[in-house]
């Protein structure tokens, strides 16, 4: 995988953007729409065995979009069910990327805590080139349900 781009997963495996019926976008769309969009933090550096990724607080309105989700799509548990409960972050590195001096390094880990808001639900896939990118944008709260392609 490429260029995937910084996220906080909701809901992973999951249909591929052509799959989508018209039903399915209505359902995100109102789970979207339910929630208004919010403040959150990128918090700190944190780590599992086999990941590096930043912490995000409040953890709650992820948790809640990842359980509306769930609920709506149980055919698609998040990671496939290899998991217990999710723990909204984002990803840095992974495996082989791990032991490479440069992300436990990184000026970047200076700017932390960093303030950003949620303001949609994406569904991001994998392009023909590798490149993964946005095929369908929900927007939170208020205004437009659903944004783009």
Known sequence: MLGVP???????????PEELSSADRRRIAAIA???PAFAFRLERRASWPDTVYVALEPEAPFLRLHRRLAAAFPEYPVYGGAIGELVPH???AEGACLDDPTVIGAAAWS????????SAIELIAE????????????KLGDGPAMLGP
């Open 127 to 138: 392009g023909e080139n590798g490149r993964w990118q946005t095929a369908r944008r929900f």
């Open 33 to 35: 729409v339910a929630e």
């Open 111 to 118: 700017e932390l805590p960093s303030a950003c808001v949620a």
């Open 90 to 92: 984002v990803t840095v």
């Open 6 to 16: 910084g996220h906080v997963t909701l809901l992973y495996p999951f249909k591929v």
